[in-house]
């Protein structure tokens, strides 16, 4: 049996850790390729060009969008994001597996675009928790946290649109749950006639 | 979120290796309950009663049928082998996962009976190996193996009635690929409303 290219889709309410697993995923997985985002946010202390994200300004961003680069694209928080999309395509014609990790609006319009992609929710282990994460990560002013929280709220409805739901408790239990999942879904038999 | 009960289905062709993955897969998952299925076939030397069959004359086994005690029952090359109804739907009710390790006209029945099951197809890594291995077994007349074998090549056809499938070429990769599908299932959102 050949392997098949597998896009897998990790969202979540903000907060909820994703970036984090993510990273972890990536790290244990030699195979598995990554998709970076485009933004037009400020980096945060530590991330760099390239490798978290791709800064661009606001005017480049909207210039990309005009050429229909972007698989999907939203603004969130007052910031555009967007995954570029030829690099998503690109892995998958090689068979390989591809991760996006993007909030619930781009999950979205990415599975009208790819509906056999494997969409994995996160959970926060409680709101409590992830209110507590939202402040404690210190970046945003009490504002923006308080609009996040409660897009959390709303958001918390939508699992039932996505395959996979996976509490994020601790850390090393989650990864090994992703890691499980994409298995899995290597091993799943194709629903395509 | 609770633990959600499972109910495993591995099978495929016979001399597939089912019966060794299983019993792996048991001996390495602690929280796996075993169905043990009824049949009228004579103990291979080694098996003992109750633990990998219980062995029923074919009075006793037909009297149970007429009890409506079997989940699903067959005849198969001249013997009948049938799973204990009682057991499966308890261990389901306590949110626990049992596996079945059946064949796969009785897979098929199980279907209908739980559709939420998880139906795993497990994959010779090729006919020449299957048949290797079944007359290796030495076990069986060349008669009955024949038999087998031109069923093999029928049953794979009937892989795409299954969730997942799993190339039984290396049993370590092949016990790991079943472990993280059972993991992944606990993981999956639920499609009822």
């Known amino acids: 049996m050949e392997d098949k290219g597998l896009l897998i889709v990790v969202s979540g309410p903000a907060g909820v850790g994703k970036g984090t697993l993510c990273k972890r995923l990536f790290a244990e997985c030699g195979d598995l390729e990554y998709s970076i985002s485009v933004t037009t946010r400020a980096p945060r202390p530590g991330e760099t060009e390239g490798k978290e994200y791709y ?16 698989l999907e694209w939203a603004e969130f928080c007052g910031n555009l994001y967007g995954t570029p999309r030829f690099h998503v395509e690109s892995v998958l014609k090689r068979n390989k597996t591809i991760l996006l990790e993007i909030d619930m609006q781009g999950a979205k319009i990415v599975k009208k675009a790819f509906p056999d992609g494997v969409f994995i929710f996160i959970v926060p282990p409680s709101l409590e928790e992830l209110a507590e994460r939202l402040y404690g990560r210190g970046t945003e002013t009490p504002e923006v946290m308080q609009r996040r929280l ?9 699992m039932k649109d996505y395959d996979y739901a996976v509490e994020n408790d601790e850390i090393g239990t989650a990864v090994e749950k992703l890691k499980s999942i994409m298995i899995a879904e290597k091993c799943r038999v194709s629903s395509k006639p």
């Not at 800064?55 to 972007?70: A, P, Y």
């Not at 409660?150 to 939508?158: C, F, P, S, Y």
Request: glycine share 0%; proline share 0%.
């Open 55 to 70: 800064f661009r300004s606001r005017d480049q961003f909207l210039k990309m969008v005009e050429n229909n680069e972007f």
């Open 150 to 158: 409660a897009q959390a709220v709303l958001e918390m409805k939508n």
